[in-house]
Structure formats: C-alpha cells, structure tokens
C-alpha cells in the first residue's frame, strides 16, 4: 500500500502562520507524524508540497499507476482550483482532502471546495489528526 501526502500553499509555513489557527506545529513535525503512524502500519508513504498549482497537478498525474490513495490539502487552491479536481478525477485514485482548522468554521469563501466534488472523504477541523484519519480511511480493509 502507497500513500502520496501532497500539501498545497503555505503548509511549508505551518508553526509560523496564524498559530491560533494551525498550530505550532511545523511542516516537518507534520511529516514525521505521518511516517511514523504509516511505518507501524506498513504503508509507504511519500512527500509533496508546492505553493504552486501546476506542480501540485503534476503531483497528482505522477502517483497514478504507483500509488493506491492521495491524502491532500490544497490549501488555499481548494476553494479555486479546477485543475487540480481535475487531476484527481484524471488518475481516478481514492483521494482524501483534509484541512487542518475547521474551514466551515471559517470566512464564507472557504465554503466552497472544488476538489471535494472527486474526493472519497473530507476531513476538516482534526489537526495533524486528520491526515492520520485520512490515511486509516484509505487502507482500511486493505
């Protein structure tokens, strides 16, 4: 089982963005979260963040035919962004979008996901967590 992890805008910054959003956490605590909750499980598990849209779409078009689910945040391109729902409807891998703060919670145009509408799950408002549930939705039973 392969797992890609792709994160969008601004995850890089996590820790020193609006900790009182996302917490102190950084990108890299973020990664070795998620290695180590995949090792004990015995899932590969790859890396990917961008600020930039065609990178990410890029991403998305390399894991198909290597990887078995796609977790992903796109950050702010999750409520802009038709290429990368396209991407992900493209390569027709199961695909998990999660967002660390509670985006219902939020300004009125983070309301909207384009992304969501290719995606098997939404996880939103769990933290760090919510890529470790993401993870565990993608394998279960696998």
């Known amino acids: 089982m392969k797992i890609s992890v792709i ?16 917490g102190n956490g950084t990108y ?17 598990v790859s890396f990917f963040q961008s600020n930039h849209e065609g990178d990410l779409v890029d991403e998305i078009q390399r894991a198909y035919g290597v990887c078995d689910g796609i ?7 999750t409520h802009t962004s038709v290429a990368l729902l396209d991407a992900v409807k493209a390569v027709g891998i199961p695909t998990v979008e999660v967002h660390i703060s509670d985006v219902s919670k939020r300004e009125d145009f983070r309301q909207v996901s384009y992304i969501r ?26």
Request: aromatic share 8%; hydrophobic share 35%.
């Open 28 to 44: 890299e605590a973020l990664c070795s979260m998620i290695r180590e909750h995949c090792d004990k499980r015995g899932i590969e």
């Open 71 to 77: 977790v992903i945040n796109p950050g702010a391109y």
């Open 7 to 22: 994160n969008g805008p601004n995850l890089n910054m996590l820790g020193i963005r609006e900790p009182g959003i996302y």
């Open 117 to 142: 509408l290719a995606c098997v799950k939404t996880i939103a408002g769990q933290g760090f967590d919510g890529y470790l549930q993401a993870i565990d939705f993608l394998t279960e039973d696998k």
